[in-house]
């Protein structure tokens, strides 16, 4: 029986070719490293997308790479994905806001350190302390001659009544305790482990989930700039997919950190609340994903799966760039959640103004860094990344006076809101030159058939 063996590369023509034939030596060498230069871009590009497709993704694989997408799944998916960034949004600043912001009828629906008034929990402020002492018409906030030096409070919590139900709810054996006394006393009973909780759950937990939600962002963006490259996306697809991701980067990350950091103010910093509140919150992030394995068709899911990664051809520069991000995340997540916590006494009346100050930063870094990155770090795109770091930054302002205007609609009536002034055309015009820049500074790269990514 004769056994056929393959050639090895000794037994081809150019090894008999003389050692002095320049141009047989060449081709030897040339045959012996083919496919052997960079055996590591397949391995890179299936790393950079080795992570399960996200809902998100495969509207864009439906809607953008598949030409024979039937329009009622293409425009379905889209709007599913639509629905999903908002809800994931709107309960995220929800839960941040409302931890101490809740709603109420009675003074028992609210937390130690607050007292329902006008349907709301309001803090209980340090002005307010003299209001709940004997003899104290002359120095109480709420007294009629004072009203023009403080203001801010119903005309119901100026009745006696409703003074002496705030005074009861407010006063605890240690004598008028604000919310400030009462955070502060949370954060002195934390123990050394605790500490090192919030800490691990900070880094590993919150840092490392947040990080997978940009990750998805940013292949998103890569599957849409190269499908852009090979054919012209429509401007509505664009401005969708950038708004979704605008969304995440903007409202939902930052106040899942935000809620991290609130409810360490509300149940305190015992381990068993930390793990308990770090899961919890952490399930907004689940959403888009257990939509994708569970909410699709086995037969598109796997289609999907199959194909939906194909269009973000990662480069080098991505996954440069994906480094720096995660970086950032690790050291400015942990960094952010323990400065807002233990910035509790700093501003007084006021606990919750280092987690204001300080949450959004992460995402306003991981986007600067992003703009600059892009520029290939020239001073322009410097210049630029700053400006859309400081009119991002001014955004988390108004997204939270856009909750508080719902909230307090609901609970009030739309007069309330009304009686702001000018704040609530404030809000709209500040969301409205938003939108004007993200549309004046859209330019998507040009189609060609050349595709400058990883195979």
């Known amino acids: 029986m004769d056994l056929k063996v393959s ?20 081709r030897r060498v040339r045959t012996l490293e083919t496919d052997a230069r960079t055996p590591d871009e397949p391995t890179l590009h299936h790393l950079a997308t080795r992570e399960p497709t996200s809902f998100h993704q495969t509207t864009i694989y439906y809607g953008l790479q598949r030409e024979d997408t039937p329009p009622w799944r293409k425009y379905g998916l889209l709007a599913t ?20 912001f809740s709603t109420c009828s009675e003074h028992s629906d609210c937390s130690r350190g607050t007292f329902c008034e006008g349907g709301m929990c309001e803090w209980c402020y ?4 003299p209001c709940c002492q004997t003899n104290s018409t002359d120095t109480c906030v709420l007294d009629e001659k004072q009203t023009t030096e403080e203001g801010g409070f119903s005309d119901e919590l100026r009745e006696e009544k ?16 604000t919310l400030q006394d009462v955070v502060k006393d949370r954060m002195e009973s934390m123990m050394l482990q605790d500490w090192l909780t919030l800490f691990l759950a900070s880094l590993v937990v919150v840092a490392f989930a947040v990080f997978a939600e940009i990750r998805d962002c940013m292949l998103c963006e890569i599957a849409l700039r190269e499908i852009s490259k090979r054919r012209e996306v429509p401007r509505g697809w664009r401005y969708a997919i950038n ?18 950091m609130a409810l360490v103010y509300e149940d305190g910093g015992r381990v068993k609340y930390l793990c308990l509140n770090t899961v919890a919150v952490l399930f907004l992030l689940e959403v888009d994903n257990l939509a994708f394995l569970h909410g699709l068709g086995e037969r598109t899911r796997m289609e999907a799966e199959q194909h939906a990664h194909s269009g973000a051809r990662v480069t080098e520069d991505d996954l440069q760039l994906m480094g720096v991000v995660k970086l950032v995340c690790v050291i400015l997540i942990p960094c952010t959640v323990l400065v807002g916590v233990c910035g509790h006494s700093w501003v007084p009346d006021e606990p919750d103004t280092f987690i204001i100050a300080f949450f959004p930063l992460p995402s306003i870094a991981v986007l600067f860094v992003q703009r600059v990155m892009a520029s290939r770090r020239k001073l322009k795109g410097a210049c630029s990344g700053l400006g859309w770091a400081i009119l991002n930054y001014s955004m988390y302002g108004v997204w939270g006076g856009c909750f508080y205007a719902v909230t307090y609609m609901q609970a009030q009536g739309p007069e309330v809101v009304l009686s702001w002034g000018p704040l609530p055309y404030a809000l709209a015009a500040m969301l409205a030159l ?18 400058s990514g990883l195979s």
Do not use: W
């Not at 090895?8 to 141009?23: C, F, G, M």
């Not at 708004?243 to 991290?260: F, K």
């Open 7 to 26: 050639p090895a590369a000794e037994d081809t023509p150019e090894a008999k070719a003389p050692l002095l034939d320049l141009e047989a030596v060449e």
């Open 81 to 100: 994905s639509i629905g999903i960034v908002f809800l994931q949004c709107f309960v995220a600043v929800g839960l941040a806001h409302g931890v101490t």
């Open 126 to 129: 340090g002005p307010l302390r």
């Open 162 to 177: 409703n003074r002496e139900a705030m005074c009861a709810a407010c006063t605890t054996s240690k004598g008028f305790e």
């Open 243 to 260: 708004g979704l991701n605008y969304a995440r980067y903007i409202c939902l990350l930052p106040n899942i950190i935000y809620s991290v």
């Open 434 to 451: 938003t939108l004007v820049i993200s549309i004046l500074t859209d330019f998507p790269p040009s189609p060609s058939t050349a595709s």
